[in-house]
């Protein structure tokens, strides 16, 4: 593919035309990238096996993850999925448009390719303007996994798709940064409990408000295999090595603190990530807050960018504190950890 274009587009009220241009690269089955409430997707026709087949091929990502279909209106659903459970329907009434992604049985008009060969289809409608109108404008639901490298940090601005992915896809818009910076919750319902393959944006207490008792995949633990085929992957890590300390707050200051001299010494850049609690406690070194604790939607929306911050930086080794894995801060700690490869140590 030759060049990518990018367009400005305004998030809250999005210039039609330029809605229009975007969902005919859609329609003739080519790749536009969009803003959603989570991350930046990576678009494509959701009904076109070729499309999803550039998908995969512009990303790198592995065959065997299946793409999560977004669609601008609850009506949309019935033509893409075979029966839609009771719970199903009363979380779609409270939390779309949003970052909650529900898995159905799909079907045929939805490709093997889309799903990587599952009988089931993961949909989400999200809360974004831009996005809204782009899949209201194409006429079909849109196919599109985060659109970064596979495997590397998500994208959160126009710039970190275009990092990644200038030259091998038709179209960016740019709607400025991501509200909410980590990738939508992906729910089961096929079970005999509720079960998150995913932590995402939106929290278990959440789904628990509505649901009652929510269960955590628990192939999500180092070692184990998870059920949803994606979490499987090396995922949103950097180029540094990573290491994420847990422990009492004071302590994992302390240990970062002694982990940075001791590799500094040995010649390593090192980048800290902090937050506004800390940040003033790591004087004289490389040191970034990724948002307040007391407001996780601060981490959340920063932690991606960065990620990738530190990597354009050129550092070698990453730092980086835990924070309570509450609300917000299960789906943070869930992309830190995966991002460290699981290198945590405790304080
Ligand atoms: P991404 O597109 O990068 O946001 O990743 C999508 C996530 O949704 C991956 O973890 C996928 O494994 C998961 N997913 C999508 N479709 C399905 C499905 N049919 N069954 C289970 N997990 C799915
Ligand atoms: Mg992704």
């Known amino acids: 593919m030759g060049k990518t274009r990018i367009i400005t587009i305004n998030a809250q009220n999005p210039e039609g035309e330029k809605i229009r241009e975007a969902a005919e690269i859609i329609k003739r089955g080519g790749l536009v990238a969009f803003p959603t409430e989570t991350v930046y997707g990576l678009g494509g026709n959701a009904l076109d096996e070729h499309a999803a087949e550039r998908i995969y091929s512009a990303k790198g990502r592995p065959q065997d993850n299946p793409l999560i279909v977004h669609i601008q209106s609850i009506d949309d659903l019935e033509n893409i999925v075979e029966g839609i459970p009771k719970e199903a329907e009363r979380l779609m009434k409270v939390f779309w448009p949003g970052p909650l992604t529900i898995l159905f049985r ?55 798709v275009y990092e990644d992915l200038y030259g091998k896809i038709d179209m960016i818009l740019d709607g400025g940064t991501c509200p909410v910076g980590v990738e939508s919750t992906v729910l089961d319902l096929s ?41 499987k992957y090396r995922h949103y890590a950097p180029r540094a090595r990573m290491t994420v300390v847990e422990g009492p707050l004071e302590l994992q200051v302390g240990k970062i603190v002694e982990l940075a001299k001791s590799l500094e010494k040995s010649g390593k850049k090192v980048g800290i990530m902090a937050t506004a609690q800390t940040r003033h406690l790591y004087p004289h070194m ?56 699981y290198n945590i140590i405790k304080a």
């Open 106 to 160: 799909k079907k045929p008009v939805i490709p093997a390719g889309t799903t990587a060969g599952l009988d089931t289809v993961a949909v989400r409608m999200p809360a974004h303007r831009v996005a809204l109108e782009l899949i209201k404008a194409a006429g079909v639901p849109i196919a599109a996994p985060s659109a970064n490298i596979s495997g590397k940090p998500s994208p959160t601005c126009a710039e970190d």
């Open 286 to 341: 490389t040191v970034f807050s990724v948002g307040d604790r007391n407001a996780p939607l601060t981490i959340s929306s920063n932690l991606f960018s960065i990620l990738r911050k530190f990597d354009r930086m050129g550092v070698d080794e990453i730092l980086a504190e835990s924070i309570s894995k509450d609300g917000l801060g299960l789906a943070v700690m869930n992309r830190l950890n995966k991002a460290a490869g």
């Open 191 to 231: 079970g005999p409990a509720p079960l998150i393959l995913r932590p995402g944006g939106l929290t278990k207490e959440e789904l628990e408000n509505i649901l009652g008792h929510v269960e955590i995949d628990p192939g999500l633990m180092p070692g184990e295999k998870p059920r949803s085929p994606g979490q």
